[in-house]
């Protein structure tokens, strides 16, 4: 038996020269590969004496050779390939150990790996034959099989071969997306995209119960999720995950101020931001305490000992997300709300593409952004907002973003008191929003996540008692919405740029 060992992630390769060598497998490496097993004191062939051809191109070509991979290649069941073997005076490769650059870590050209993936390719395309290891957690598996029973099995060289083959797609993938970065385009959209996922979090279950769910990652990379710290409280699930992410970004999207997001069905239901962390949290559980039940919490500064006490005043919350927490918080937090997960978390990373499933295919889009700064925003009727008035109106137009369906906010001095989502018409979105603000938004904002077709709804948000309105514009009914707007003497402000999230 012959074994090919040629690797980047050196992770146990010794050990696994060293056993194998014991087994009687003889060894064929170049390399730091190489000079890593022979400077442990074990026997091994470099590849330039196996296939008598040096290295050559900078080390471009050394295991490109008929000598390698018809050893790897040959079907031992028919004759004619034995028979080439015979002819070519080419030995057998029974065992492949490879893996590759991380692409992803350093891009270049230089780190675009040839040989390696060719190896990996041909050894997993051969595996009623061949074994094929990419990855160092399966050596002992490999190892145990061989001391047992002299060989792998075939189920385990397929498992092997499907692991080698997603390898080399997760590597063609981090090229492309580099090359999709290198390219001068004014397309922001690529002609073709190439996700390799890994699993990297089993989860308590999907959306429901009875449904599986997992986390994956593009394969080689780490993501904040991957960075986070649960201290307590059952596993997460599929919703938890979803629910929190959309909270965390949401936070870490309000500014510098001390801010709290309170997250259910992937919506807002509270969000506050002040000087004082914990009254921000009391303003963002006051919104809609119903709502608030069960839900999702995001705050964007360490948990204080003050905070602890708003939390303890407030419903029970399914998880509580933070950049740390004081001495003393978490046991605390513990004591009182058992089944609440506590996570620590970094800041959250964006995609630059979003990609959302079809029946058959998928939607992809740039991520969410906005493009309209304020600096592009327009006052359209005659009142002028007042500078209080405009910060409450730019906290509502963000918040809107993150709301689902036909969006309508209503903040007043950092709070957003009333929160309508998932209506199938704007109006009814503005009811509800003001039912759930009870006044309290009067003198404050309300925005709009797309335009207002008819002037109901201004003159819904005026019933609300605000004192200006944001939304994008655009309507073939913009004059009567401005006029419905001047003659109830609110301020009303055109971004020209709508922000609708389904």
């Known amino acids: 038996m012959r074994a090919l060992l040629s690797v980047f992630d050196k992770t146990g390769i010794v050990d696994l020269a060293s056993a194998l060598h014991e087994l009687g497998v003889d060894l064929v490496s170049s390399g730091g590969t190489a000079r890593a097993i022979a400077d442990a004191g074990v026997p091994v062939t470099d590849v330039a004496d196996f296939t008598g051809f040096p290295a050559m191109l900078g ?12 050893g790897i290649l040959a079907d031992r069941t028919d004759a ?15 065992i492949v150990v490879g893996n590759l650059y991380p692409f992803s870590s350093d891009p270049s050209i230089d780190l675009i790996d040839i040989g390696g993936p060719t190896l990996v390719r041909a050894a997993a395309k051969n595996h009623e034959h061949v074994t094929v290891l990419v990855d160092p957690a399966d050596y002992a598996l490999v190892l145990a099989e061989i001391r047992t029973a002299g060989n792998t099995s075939v189920s385990t060289r397929r498992r092997l071969a499907r692991k080698a083959f ?4 997760a590597y063609d993938a981090a090229i492309v997306g580099w090359l999709d970065d290198e390219i001068d385009d004014d397309d922001p959209l690529p002609p073709t995209i190439h996700v390799s996922l890994e699993r990297a979090q089993d989860l308590r279950y999907g959306e429901n119960p ?4 997992a986390r994956y990652r593009v394969s080689g990379t780490t993501t904040w999720w991957d960075d986070t710290v649960q201290h307590s409280g059952l596993a997460l699930s599929y919703l938890n995950l979803f629910d929190a992410d959309a909270a965390w ?10 801010a709290v997001a309170i997250i259910k069905h992937a ?6 931001v002040h000087d004082d962390l914990a009254t921000a949290y009391e303003q963002a559980f006051q919104c809609d305490p119903r709502s608030a039940f069960g839900g999702i919490v995001a705050l964007n500064r360490p948990i204080d000992a003050a905070t602890v006490v708003a939390i303890e005043a407030a419903a029970q919350a399914d998880v509580i997300i933070a950049p740390g927490f004081d001495d003393g918080v978490i046991e605390r937090l513990v004591a009182k709300r058992k089944n609440t997960r506590l996570i620590e978390a970094s800041p959250p990373s964006v995609p630059a593409l979003t990609l959302r499933p079809l029946s058959d295919g998928y939607l992809v889009q740039q991520n969410h952004y906005f493009g ?6 327009q006052v359209v009727t005659d009142r002028q907002p007042t500078p209080a008035e405009l910060a409450d109106a730019a906290l509502a137009w963000r918040v809107c973003s993150y709301v689902t369906s036909n969006a309508i906010v209503l903040v007043k001095d950092g709070t957003a008191w009333g929160i309508g989502a998932g209506q199938q018409n704007r109006v009814e979105s503005g009811q509800l929003a003001a039912s759930k603000a009870d006044g309290r938004a009067a003198g404050g904002a309300c925005a709009s996540d797309a335009f207002y077709p008819f002037p109901d709804g201004v003159e819904a948000a005026a019933e609300a008692g605000v004192a200006v309105v944001i939304q994008p514009g655009g309507s073939i009914n913009d004059d009567k919405t ?13 971004t020209g740029e709508r922000q609708f999230r389904h």
Request: glycine share 8%.
């Open 59 to 70: 080390h471009r070509v050394v295991t490109l050779h008929p000598k390698v991979h018809g």
């Open 80 to 94: 004619a390939h034995l028979s080439d073997l015979e002819t070519y005076q080419i030995d057998l490769i029974d």
């Open 166 to 169: 997603a390898h080399t797609a």
């Open 210 to 213: 009875h449904q599986q769910g």
């Open 249 to 258: 970004r949401i936070v870490h999207d309000l500014g510098q101020q001390p």
């Open 267 to 272: 919506n807002p239901c509270g969000l506050s």
């Open 372 to 377: 309209a700064t304020p600096d592009h925003w």
């Open 482 to 494: 401005i006029a419905a707007a001047n003659d109830r003497g609110i301020a009303m402000i055109f």
